[in-house]
């Protein structure tokens, strides 16, 4: 059973766009809910993270918008560069334990 | 300190062969957890140690698949009569603390091929 629904598989936006990616989850003990990005033959980084008490939180071209009601949450990345385009994932756990991911985002940016 | 280190970068072994894949973890983080990542599948939940705690094993997919972590620093997966299935790259991770919010920090990962 995927914990957490992400969406689109893969995006393609020109330069200077904004890119959104969704992803949905079920579990509502969920407590911490981060981004990471992932450039081909390396791990997964931190990119930007949020807990459900708020419903926005912006690192510079970087914001994620919650809802907690609709049990969802987006990744929105403004002005987009090529410098951008990786695999973004989602991902949701309790407690800082067990962590479920998104079955992540390929993103093109496009000059 | 360096950041989170896995070795080898590349295995490739036969069907029904053991291996041994290994985790350090950046110093001092007392979390560990690996993940298996299949192409278009995501990141996939496989184990979490945390400090002296006993390990949360859950994600394991089968008794072949084992890990432990040996004074509370370096970890070794090990796949016991690989199946071609098992075929993924396995990523290690390690945190602070394994508390909301501390920061998961990834190695570059191990990626097995089974023949």
């Known amino acids: 059973q995927q914990q957490v629904k992400q969406s689109p598989q893969s995006l393609i936006v020109q330069k200077g766009g904004i890119s959104i990616i969704n992803c949905a989850y079920e579990n509502t003990a969920f407590d911490y809910f981060p981004w990471y990005q992932q450039f081909p033959g390396k791990g997964p980084a931190l990119l930007i993270a949020?807990?459900?008490?708020?419903s926005e939180k912006k690192e510079g071209r970087f914001t994620i918008s919650f809802n907690k009601s609709a049990k969802q949450f987006s990744l929105h990345i403004m002005d987009s560069q090529p410098g951008d385009s990786a695999t973004y994932f989602c991902a949701a756990s309790k407690s800082g334990n067990q962590f479920y991911f998104g079955t992540g985002t390929s993103l093109t940016v496009i000059p | 300190g360096a950041g989170v280190s896995q070795s080898p970068s590349n295995k490739v072994t036969e069907k029904g062969k053991d291996v041994e894949l290994r985790c350090d973890p950046i110093?001092?983080?007392?979390?560990l957890y690996w993940y298996r990542q299949s192409l278009g599948q995501g990141l996939e939940f496989l184990i979490y140690f945390q400090g002296n705690s006993a390990p949360d094993k859950s994600g394991l997919p089968s008794d072949r698949f084992s890990a432990e972590r040996t004074g509370g620093s370096v970890s070794t997966l090990t796949i016991q009569r690989t199946q071609q299935e098992d075929s993924a790259v396995y990523l290690c991770?390690?945190?602070?603390?394994?508390?909301?919010?501390?920061?998961?920090?990834f190695g570059p990962g191990t990626r097995l091929t089974v023949l």
């Open positions: 110093s001092g983080h007392t979390a």
């Open positions: 949020i807990r459900p008490d708020v």
């Open positions: 991770a390690s945190s602070l603390e394994g508390t909301v919010g501390n920061e998961q920090f």
